[in-house]
Every structure is written in structure tokens, then in C-alpha cells.
């Protein structure tokens, strides 16, 4: 089968490998669509982070069609599936306590595991999950990041009607918006240095945008809000964006951070100690046991149109062209925000 495999350094390679097969408690999936995330971008323009263990295969946002199962899998070949890419060992402090997504041995199909961006790809039963009709493979893909802006949503304390700050407009922040609206958030102010991703977020729901470059947007959330906002996200993974969301907040305010930072940022406690702020961390999204809770709560929303998967999704592109895929998305005058290989 063919894959795209990672060598280092915007260097990918589509090769004919051999094709996986399931073990006892697996299933193996023709993959139907696999988005680019953030986290490969990452990886494809500033890595490797791990030289020992190329070349492997990226892609952990997919979904498809079960080509065939192992030993005690009870998954009807045939059938399309949406895919959580987190393997949680199932035997640490934290998965005891049911907190998968903490695991000490997380496994990531597409980072530890050979992942999607291949013609066929193998997962663990519990999984592997089932769509609803409605829902295509694609459909499964962009469900992932929004599972991870849906975690966020869960992790922080946004009540209906709660004023929000949104701050990084790539798919997560963009799929936060739209979840922040359909949770009843008021107003929802999108912070975002691209022009085309704040329009996509003012029509995603945002009532208010803001390019960070140009606006003070503490300045500008006090004149949207009483005195500031009850919630901030910080999305971008960056020490301005970081500052910024928290600052915007009220006393009293929660930011909650799920952004993906590459080192060390500066920022000045006594903003959190003097206004009784509070920062909450968010990762990935439950997995093991729980994998198909939060994803399948996406799913019918997405199935209900309560949310627009398509929106995030600029293009779609054969696995022979993964690597223009990816310079697009490197590239910030692109115009790209979600592009799915669809092998
Ligand atoms: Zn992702
Ligand atoms: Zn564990």
C-alpha cells in the first residue's frame, strides 16, 4: 500500500510499504480522509523532534471504511467509522481513575503508532467508532479537532450566556467558536492574525473580531464586555496570545489553555493572583474506555447541523499531493485552514 512517510524535515515521501495487518482486538481501516493538523505542520516544518524513530507515518485525524478485524472484534467489515487516535494504556494512576487522556503511556496513532496518512491504517477496537448515517469518513476527520476544541469547552467554566474570548483562529479555535455559540456564549469575541480566518470566524459565530496586530484587544473586549470577559481560550500556542487571554478576562475570569507552546513564555503571575484568575489546562480529549463519549457527542452534533465541519475545510487533496498540502498550511498568505488527504 502506499503511505506518506516522514524522513525529517519537510521531507515526506510516498512509498509502497506493507500493508498492516489486525492482530487479535484490531481492526484495520481503509482510510477515507485524514486531516493535516497543526501538530504535523509543526513537525513537517520545525522537526524532527525524535530522530530514532524515522521515518514513520503521521495522521491522527481520520476516519474510513473497516477493510477487515482481528480476533474478538465484533465490528461489521464494510462499515464507515470515525477513529479516537489516543491509545491509553489502561493500567497507570491516571487510567485507574478514568482520566485516559492523562495516561503516563499514551500512544498516538500517527506519532508512536503508524497513522493515517496511508492507504490503510490499524486500530484498536475501542477506537474504532461508529458513525452516524449521515456522516461521511471526511466528516469523521474534521471531528477530531473539534473533539479537542470540545474538551476545552467541557474543561473550562463557560455557563450560557457567559461572554468568551477566543484567541488563535486555526481549526481548534475555529471549531471553539462554533461550539462557544452553540453553547450560548455572549458575546464571542475571535482574536486571529488572518484575515480570512476572522471572516470565517465572524461567520462561525464570533460577534466580534479583533486582529491582535492592529487592536488593544483587552481594550477592545472591556468596551464588548462588563470590565472583561467570564472565559478566555487561548488556541495559538504563543506567550502574547497567552497574556492576552488572560488579561482579558474579569476578575474572577477562567482562561483555559489549549494551545500547543514550543518552550518557555514570560507571564505575570500577579495578573492571576490579584484578580483571583484561574488557568486551566486542556489535552487532547477522554480516550480508552471513554473514547467514543466526547467524540460521539460531535458527531451527532455534526450529524444534527448544530455544527459545520465543512466550513473548517479549504481543500481536499490525493495522497500524492501531501506534500503541497503541507507547504500550503506552512504558508500564512495560503488562505488554507483545514486540508484533508484523502488517499
Ligand atoms: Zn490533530
Ligand atoms: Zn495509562
Not at 501538530?39 to 522537526?47: C, N, Q, V
Not at 471553539?176 to 471572516?199: C, D, F, T, Y
Not at 463519549?293 to 487533496?317: C, H, K, P, W
Not at 499531493?321 to 486540508?339: M, N, Q, R, Y
Request: charged residues 25%.
Amino acid at each position: 500500500m502506499d503511505a506518506a512517510r516522514y524522513y525529517g524535515n519537510r521531507d515526506l515521501r510516498i512509498e509502497d510499504i506493507q500493508a498492516p495487518t489486525p492482530g487479535p482486538g484490531e481492526v484495520l481501516i481503509d482510510v477515507g480522509a485524514c486531516g493535516i493538523c497543526g501538530s504535523d505542520l509543526s513537525e513537517y516544518l520545525h522537526g524532527p523532534r525524535y530522530d530514532d524513530s524515522l521515518p514513520y507515518t503521521m495522521g491522527h485525524e481520520f476516519g474510513g471504511r473497516v477493510a477487515a478485524v482481528g480476533d474478538e472484534v465484533d465490528i461489521e467489515p464494510g462499515s464507515e467509522v470515525g477513529v479516537n487516535p489516543l491509545v491509553a494504556c489502561e493500567a497507570c494512576r491516571w487510567c485507574d481513575e478514568g482520566a485516559y487522556n492523562r495516561c503516563e503511556n499514551l500512544e498516538v496513532i500517527g506519532a508512536q503508532r503508524p497513522g493515517a496518512y496511508a492507504e490503510q491504517v490499524v486500530a484498536p477496537a475501542g477506537n474504532v467508532l461508529p458513525l452516524p448515517d449521515s456522516l461521511s469518513p471526511a466528516d469523521a476527520a474534521v471531528a477530531e479537532p473539534f473533539t479537542v476544541a470540545y474538551h476545552g469547552l467541557l474543561r473550562s467554566p463557560l455557563q450560557p450566556g457567559d461572554s468568551a474570548v477566543i484567541i488563535g483562529m486555526g481549526p481548534i479555535g475555529l471549531a471553539l467558536v462554533q461550539l462557544a455559540a452553540a453553547a450560548g456564549a455572549r458575546p464571542i469575541i475571535a482574536s486571529g492574525h488572518r484575515e480570512a480566518r476572522r471572516e470565517l470566524a465572524r461567520e462561525s459565530g464570533a460577534d466580534a473580531v479583533v486582529d491582535p496586530s492592529a487592536t488593544d484587544l483587552g481594550a477592545r473586549v472591556r468596551e464588548l464586555t462588563d470590565g472583561g470577559a467570564d472565559v478566555s481560550f487561548e488556541v495559538a500556542g504563543s506567550e502574547s496570545a497567552l497574556n492576552d487571554a488572560i488579561t482579558a478576562t474579569s476578575a474572577g475570569g477562567n482562561t483555559t489553555v489549549l494551545g500547543v507552546f514550543k518552550g518557555d513564555v514570560e507571564i505575570d503571575p500577579m495578573h492571576v493572583v490579584n484578580h483571583e484568575r484561574t488557568i486551566t489546562g486542556s489535552a487532547a480529549y477522554e480516550t480508552g474506555p471513554l473514547a467514543g463519549r466526547e467524540f460521539g457527542q460531535i458527531y451527532e452534533m455534526l450529524a444534527r447541523d448544530e455544527l459545520d465541519g465543512d466550513a473548517l475545510v479549504t481543500s481536499r487533496l490525493d495522497l500524492e499531493e501531501i506534500t503541497s498540502g503541507f507547504e500550503a498550511l506552512g504558508d500564512s498568505e495560503s488562505g488554507e485552514v483545514k486540508i484533508l488527504i484523502e488517499p
